[in-house]
Every structure is written in C-alpha cells, then in structure tokens.
C-alpha cells in the first residue's frame, strides 16, 4: 500500500517507486515531518531532529522546554505560537487575533484523487491513485485545516492541497494559505534553483547557494508572470542533468503565487509553495471553506533529467485534458511576425496557399482581425470581424484553408477591454479599477474584471459566437498586460484583497466552459509570450506559446530554461524571420528548424516571401518534422549540453519510449578558430541495443576536415555503436564553421529490438 498509517508510531508513511514521505503525530497533536526523500522501505526516525532546550525558544507546553514549535520540522505551521519562521497558514479573526495552532483531529486514506473546485488539478486518468487527508483543527475557532496528499500510481510526484473549513460561528480571514510546506533537514548547504526571466527573456535558470537567508520567488502581477515561475528547487552540492538530489516544487496556478526557502538558525530548511499572502486575504463564514491551489513536489535522486522527465510526464498525461493531449500538435503558420496589424482576405489567401505548398497543416491568424484594430490602442472587447480587412468575414479565409486542406486558428485576447472600444463605451464599468482613481493602462489597454459574472458570460458568449461562425480548430489565448488597480466593483470594501485570486477563479471558469463547448479545439495560450507559461494554464490548453523572442539563439537558453518543467508538446516554438525581429541575429534555416523542433512546430515569418530555394528546404524540414513528430512530442528528454551562458553549446536528445529509436540536436551559436576536440556522451539509450546513426539535418555544409564524427565515419559495422559505448564513450562532436551551426541525428536501434531505419 503506497501510503499507510502506524497506529502504534502514529506514522505516516507515502511511498512512490522511489520516494518516500513520512510524517507523525506528536503527543500534542502537532503534525510533524520526518522524512522526504529516496525511498525507504520503513522509517524508524534515526534522522529525526531532537528536542532539546534551545535559548530564546518559546515552548507551547507549559514546563517542557525541550519542546517548541521554533525548532520542529512541521507540516503546515502556524504563525504566533511559537514558530518564528514563515507560517504556512494565518487567519485574521474577530477578536483582531492572527494566532491559530492546528493540532491533529482525524485522518483518511482513500482510493483516488478527487479534483478541487474551480481549480485546475492534475487528474488521475488511466493510472490508479490514493489520497490521505488529514484534518487539523484549530479548536478556539473551529477552523479546519484539511491537508490532503495524492500519489499516482505512474508517477514520482507528490501532490498537495490544502482545504480550510470554517465550523465555527464567527468569519474568519484568512491571510497565508500555502498549498504545501515542507521542513527540511541537512540541505542549509545545498543551491536554490528558480526562473526568472522578463518579456522575450522567459525563464532563465539562476542557480546560487542557499545560505542563511530567504529567498523568495513571487508574483504580485495576478499572472504567474514572465519575470518568476512558480516553481522552487533545492539541489544538493554538484547536482547536474544525471547526478545529485532534488526537491522541487510547482504550483498549478496562474495568478500571483509565492514560494520560498528559508533555512534557519539551526540548518532546517522550510520550503513552500502557494499563493501570495502579499496584498491577499480571503474571508470564510462559518460553514465555508476555501480551497487552496494543488502543488506539486518532486523529488529526484537522479538529477535534473530526472526532476524534468517526473514533471514532463505527469503534466503531460494528467494535467492537460481533452483529444490534444495525445495528439501530436499541427505544424502551423502564423501571420502575426509576416504580417502585424496589416492584411487583408487576399494576403491571407495567398498565406494559405503557400503553406499548403510547404506541408504545413494549420493556418492561424493572430491579432488585428476585430473591430478597427490597425495597432494595439483599440477594440479589445469588440469581438466581431473588422469588415474593412475582411469584407467576407472570417468564414472565406477558414473555409479556403480547409479547401487547401489546413485547419483554421484564430487569435484572441478576451480578458482585455481598450478605452477605444464598443464594449468600453458601454460598459466602463468593466474593467478593474478604483472608484474615484483613474486605471492606469497597460500597452494602451484595461483588465476587463472577471470577478463578475456578467463579465465571464460576455466573454463565453463572444468567443463562442466566433468559434461557431467558421470552421475554427486552434485559438491562441493571449494576455497583454499585468493588473494594477486590482479592484472589483463587486466585492464590498473589505473583501477587495480577494479579487486577484477570485478574478483566477473567473479565468477559469470561463476556460472550463469554452473547453466543454468546443472540445475539438486546440487552445494555445499566450501572454505575451510566456508570460502564464504555467500548469494552471495547461489544464486547458495543452501547449502555450513560450516567448516573444524567436531567434533560435535566444530560445536555445529560453526553451532549455522552460524544459525544466515542461513537455515538448505544451512549448509553442516556431521558425523566425531572418535576421529575427528580436536580435538582428542571422541563423541558417536550418538551425532555425531545428531550434524550433525542441517543440510545438511552427513557422511565423512572411512564408510568401520564401524564394523557391527556401520553399525547397522548408518542404523537406515540414516532411521530417513529420516523420519525427511523434518521436519529438512524445518522447523523453535528455538534456546533454546546457546553454548556461550565452554562446555556450547546447544539445539535447529525445528518446522514444522503447529506447529503440532517438533523436539528437546539437546547435553551436559562436564558433571559434582551432577550438579543441569533444565528446558528446549520448544519454538515455538502452546500453545493450546497437544504433546506427543518420546526420539527416546539417545546417553546415562542411565541418573542419579531418575530424572523425560519428556519423560521417563508417566503422567496421557502418555507422552502428553500441548503445553503452555512445552514452560512455560519446561521439567525437564534429567541429562546425561559423556561427549558428547545427545538426541533427537520428539514431535507431539495429538487430534483434530495433529496425526502424530512417529511410522506412
Ligand atoms: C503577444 C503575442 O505573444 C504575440 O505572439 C502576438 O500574438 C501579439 N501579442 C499580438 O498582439
């Protein structure tokens, strides 16, 4: 049984394939943590953290001074008796008190996970789970904490929520509410990993020593942001792709969320996850409860490949939901980088027309197609077609796609309302703001507020009216601005510091509803980029488009960062311009390909534009991708060069399920005049399978001569190495001229277990 209860050690113990978590009761009451790491078949408490007499320790237990709250690893600390560390959880009460103590109640062990309401959650689908929820109470308030912890029979992850009900008879307000903490022993020396990043620059890993200090990662934006994702690591000293320990954390959520780490004064470490208590506080009446977001933890004792291949397969089967999730996604061109504001049916037309020539499978066309929208000041909220670009309405351009046999997609940006709007004429009301207090815009725009329901009904209704007047298979969901002003006309003055979280909570009501009705569509969502790149999102739209910056160069750093958590087939990625718009930056086409294969494939540049010698390598990219798709989109990844700076070299590999066939990239932004020798040490393969190796993408025609490559020189067996000998050995990595080069091999398995040759 993977979680169980001692009665007799008042024990629990949560066992995955290869971690354990383990927690008990004290004599008080107190939850307290024990354990978390590699798993261990029982846990007898030789590493459990002893009471003792600790000077300026305050001790909840009248005469014990061996006991205080300060110096016990806890699960779901309180603020005000005795833990001077950051609490998990504090409530505001009628009295002007903050001081709560959770002590143990009951508990129960169930078959399953139940999903939380109004949130999104990972889900068990074809696998098996079990759930433990342990009541806590509060007695003075009769507030319950309800921890709850979920396994997955397919999974490493440990998934934590936490509910509060209220069964007393006064309002209380919660002010903190993480959806997990956990306490840590003997980490002080280990490093913090996190992703901070800015527009066009999304997730950047920073990695630095944890010391004694408390860093804090957060979003006070009302989306998860591009400057911080929700998610926290601790890596033990030297962590890497294949080696070293990690305890991780993510949060399915979109709004502002907090996490932290901090190790105190005797070398524990407290670390959480949840929303942020800043500028928050949420009111419960007697007989409410409120529900906090799910986290996710991870532990891996096999590095950061290990860590990325948990997340990428639980957000991958049971967290994105409906036919996409395991569909390989459309290769599509989008019009937004050929075009801007500026077309018209007949460029659209020809648009289509080319990529049906290239191969390409879906067509979408991005802002600028509603009301009078010629640049960003006007018409969000006006969602009917702009008559002047499209005399037709949308209705020609999806069907003439379809007659060229391309899916149709369009571009939205529905939580938003512009001053130069119909909507706004009518409805000034909608948007956030504060009485009396001018709206600040944001890229000439306002939030629409959608804490209201009337508000989330317009937003259903239009899209809907859009969705079902064409032939529309793709909407990419974009979000341009961060809040400010973050206040509802609806929600009486003390009850304001909920609106950030309860405008979530209408996102996603409005997503749940546009899910269930269209359950064919593809939903890509977007802000700006990949600025709610994060697993709330995912629940219902299965990939997200990663940044505004789509120079291959960039994106190597910016898809590796965003790979840390997230699958191939959620990372939209597609082939820029040349030079990019973002970089000025000249990359071969090849390498732009290759780059933009590392996800959801695409292509957004002026494809009309194309001189018959590009169209001819685009063709052949568009077929290989194909033939590769399902091996790239499904696949595992194995990280083999990190692009921790800029210039540095990357290659990555994916690997298919049955380790029979893989694909390897390898891209090198600068080059450099006689540069050393290396090897590449492959990963993932199966060591007793043989592979031959086939270089069938190179943006460089030649390599230096006379350096040995793998697959340019024939061994007495072709270009067939032992599994073993490519991940131990490695491939003598060909030395490539100038800049921005790349290649990529594919790699199958020979003999008894593999036959798929590259020509089949
Ligand atoms: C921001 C997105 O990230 C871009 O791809 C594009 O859709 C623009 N918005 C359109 O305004």
Redesign the pocket.
Known sequence: MPISFDEKKKQFHIQTAHASYVMDILPGGWLRHLYWGARVERFDGASTIPGMDRSFAANPIRGNRDFSLDTTAQEYPAYGNTDFREPAICALQADGSRITDFRYRSHRITQGKRGLSGLPSIYVGESRAESLAIVLRDEKLALDAVLTYSILEDSDAILRSVRMENHGIAAVRITHAMSACVDLGDVSDWDVLYLPGAHARERIPERRPLGHYRHVVESRRGASSHQEQPFLALLSPGTEEQHGEVYAMSLIYSGSFQAFAEPDQFDITRMAIGLNPFDFSWQIAPGEAFETPEAVLVYSGEGLGAMSRTFHHLFRKHLCRGPWRDRVRPVLANN?EATFFDFDEKKLFSFIDRAKALGIELMVL??GWFGHRDN?DSSLGDWFVDHRKLPNGICPVADHAKRQGLSFGL?F?PEMISRDSELYQKHPDWALGVPGREASEGRGQLVLDLVREDVQSYVIESVSRILTSAPIRYV?W?M?RHMTEAYSKMLPPTRQQETMHRYILGLYAVLEELCTRFPDVLFES?S??GGRFDPGMLYYMPQT?TS?DLDAVERLRIQYGTSLLYPASTMGAHVSVNPSNQAGRNVPLATRGLVAMQGAFGYELDITHFTEEECEEVRKQVAMFKKLRPLLQQGELYRILMPEHHGAPSAWMVVSEDRCTAFLTYVQPLARPNPGLRFLHLSGLAPELRYQIDCVIASAKEHFPGVPSAWSEKGPDGRVFGGDELMHAGVTLPILMGDSQSFGWYLHAVGERGEVSWQK
């Open positions: 937004w991005d802002d960003d571009w940006e990419k974009d341009n977007c700006g980029g488009w505004d």
